[in-house]
């Protein structure tokens, strides 16, 4: 076999040197930086993008918040809102109530006077009636005129007892 | 029939002689030569368009390159990553030479032992001087387990010693004895198609498993030759 053959041993161990030695130099200054930098590269962008999305991410997050604050917040100022309405009306139609009811009570109140002054009058008018026809009635049946004091003790003590 | 050792011969293509040595330029050197530029070629040419979705070259030539990557940190570790370009030339100079092989009409440099023995004695000392670069006198415990005791130094020290030191020669003998070996099978299967004629579809068809078996083989031997120089590299940083 030409393997076990020592006549190009040291030409093959040179040439071995030589070429490894070559290939070496060449594949770590040349090749190796490339397709390193290749990878680099390429690990780079991926993290990027890796860190951008993370970012939006994180944006869209505080977005959210943000919103729901606001959110909570106009709910809020609703409810304070709503609230205060209700009670200026509750205050509103109380104080209307109240007016009407001193109206009202005014009112009977006059009523009740322009009641008792008719009543009085009337009370006064029954007396005289009284008297002229205690006046007639006597004077057609005894045929004797009474004096206008004696009639009017008499109508006032009728009065009295009637009471 | 040819001779099936016929293919690993070496001609001298242009005769040198420097102080009585022969450097001739053979057709060993040539392939060595062709197999630098290739590649070179490949793994520069191949990134040139720094694509950041690979096609299909420089998805190859990034494979390549992690996979050695990798191999390194997992079996060397983090300060194996100063040898990544021994390792990745390494690899690549047995990988393309067992490919190139596979051409026809082409000369195997794997094939011969010289050769897988210069590369393998290379690994080697290399090892062995990073070893007692880092531990000094200590890297000779290597020879010697911890907490073994110490009577059986007697036996131990002996194997360890010789297990060590036979490494070279088990990287240079797996890789040439494969190459060869393979190589020969081949020449012999297709000596047979021609002279079976008719019937030699038979080994034709044979030929055919063998071949596709054969390049399993050199990507399987160039990562074999690797990954063992990384193990040895990884006991001279680590012990054991």
Same mark, same amino acid.
Do not use: W
């Given at each position: 076999m030409p393997q076990f053959d020592p006549t190009f041993y040291t030409t093959q161990l040179f040439w071995l040197f030589v070429t490894f030695v070559?290939?070496? +130099?060449? +594949?770590? /200054?040349?090749?190796?930086?490339?397709?390193?930098?290749?990878?680099?590269?390429?690990?780079?962008?991926i993290d990027d993008n890796l860190d951008k999305a993370a970012q939006l991410k994180a944006e869209a997050e505080q977005a959210i918040a943000l919103y729901e604050k606001a959110l909570a917040e106009s709910?809020?100022?609703?409810? /304070?809102l709503l609230r205060e309405a209700a009670e200026a009306m509750a205050r509103q139609s109380e104080e209307r109530q109240k007016q009407l009811n001193d109206r009202l009570s005014q009112q009977v109140k006059a009523g009740e006077a322009r009641?008792?002054?008719?009543?009085?009058?009337a009370l006064g008018h029954v007396r005289d009636v009284a008297a002229e026809a205690a006046r007639s009635i006597t004077a057609k049946l005894t045929g004797a005129t009474l004096d206008d004091a004696r009639i009017a003790a008499a109508v006032a003590a009728a009065l009295e007892e009637g009471r | 029939m040819a001779n099936p050792v016929e293919q690993f011969k070496i001609q001298p293509l242009v005769p040198i002689e420097i102080g009585g040595t022969n450097l001739s330029f053979t057709n060993s050197a040539l392939w060595m030569v062709i197999a630098v530029v290739v590649a070179t070629a490949f793994l520069t040419l191949s990134v040139r368009s720094r694509a950041l979705v690979p096609g299909r070259w420089q998805s190859m030539a990034e494979i390549l390159y992690e996979f050695v990557a990798n191999m390194i940190r997992d079996n060397v570790g983090t300060e194996g990553r100063k040898y990544?370009?021994? =390792?990745? %030339?390494?690899?690549?100079?047995?990988?393309?030479?067992?490919?190139?092989g596979m051409v026809p009409y082409t000369f195997t440099y794997t094939s011969h032992i010289i050769v897988t023995f210069g590369l393998a004695i290379v690994v080697f000392i290399g090892v062995t001087i990073? *070893?007692?670069?880092?531990?000094? %006198?200590? !890297?000779?415990?290597?020879?010697?387990p911890h907490g073994a005791p110490l009577a059986t130094a007697? &036996?131990?020290?002996? &194997? @360890?010693?010789?297990? !060590?030191?036979s490494r070279p020669f088990s990287l240079a003998i797996r890789l040439f004895a494969n190459m060869t070996v393979g190589h020969i099978i081949l020449k012999v299967m297709a000596g047979?198609?021609?002279?079976?004629?008719?019937?030699? =579809?038979?080994?034709?068809?044979?030929?055919? *498993?063998v071949t &596709?078996? @054969?390049? *399993? =083989?050199?990507?399987l031997q160039a990562y074999v030759f690797t990954i063992l120089s990384c193990i040895y590299l990884h006991d001279a940083i680590h012990m054991h």
């Open positions: 070559v290939l070496y +130099l060449l +594949l770590s /200054t040349l090749a190796m930086p490339k397709i390193g930098a290749v990878l680099e590269e390429r690990q780079r962008k709910r809020a100022q609703a409810q /304070t009641i008792g002054a008719a009543k009085d009058e | 990544f370009p021994f =390792i990745f %030339t390494l690899f690549m100079f047995v990988l393309v030479g067992n490919l190139l990073i *070893g007692f670069a880092r531990h000094g %006198t200590h !890297y000779l415990r290597m020879f010697f007697i &036996i131990l020290v002996p &194997i @360890e010693l010789i297990s !060590y030191c047979f198609v021609v002279a079976l004629g008719v019937f030699g =579809i038979v080994p034709m068809a044979f030929l055919g *498993g &596709i078996l @054969e390049f *399993g =083989i050199a990507v």
